[in-house]
Nanobody
Framework: QVQLVESGGGLVQAGDSLRLSCVAS????????MGWFRQAPGKEREFVAV????????YYADSVKGRFAISRDNAKNTVYLQMNSLKPEDTAVYYC?????????????????WGQGTQVTVSA
């Protein structure tokens, strides 16, 4: 069992930056791929970014490439999402999630553990 706790969301203006954090419980954090997803009202949950266990392999949705950066600190059991040049269309609840298997890393169903979500609102 893994517990994930997110923080860092808020209300910002277009063009601003935010850094989201997700702290995981448990001893085996370093063995999981960690992903960020987001969900806006009336929309399906969508993939944002993922980082593999080693921390050097990352992948991003086209909508955030060049603006967002995912990173992790295994010593702190923490994964981050640095969000720059935020746009109103980035407004959503952002979730971190853990994938123990390492497969299907862009699919929500492949992640076994989820945080509670943190709201990001970007005004025009």
């Amino acid at each position: 069992q893994v517990q994930l706790v997110e923080s860092g969301g808020g209300l910002v203006q277009a063009g601003d930056s935010l850094r989201l954090s997700c702290v995981a419980s448990g001893r085996t954090f370093s063995s999981y791929a960690m992903g960020w997803f987001r969900q806006a009202p009336g929309k399906e949950r969508e993939f944002v970014a993922v980082i593999r266990q080693g921390g050097s392999s990352t992948y991003y949705a086209d909508s955030v490439k060049g603006r967002f950066a995912i990173s992790r600190d295994n010593a702190k059991n923490t994964v981050y999402l640095q969000m720059n040049s935020l746009k109103p269309e980035d407004t959503a609840v952002y979730y971190c999630a853990a994938n123990p298997s390492g497969w299907d890393l862009t699919l929500p169903r492949a992640y076994d553990y989820w945080g509670q979500g943190t709201q990001v609102t970007v005004s025009a």
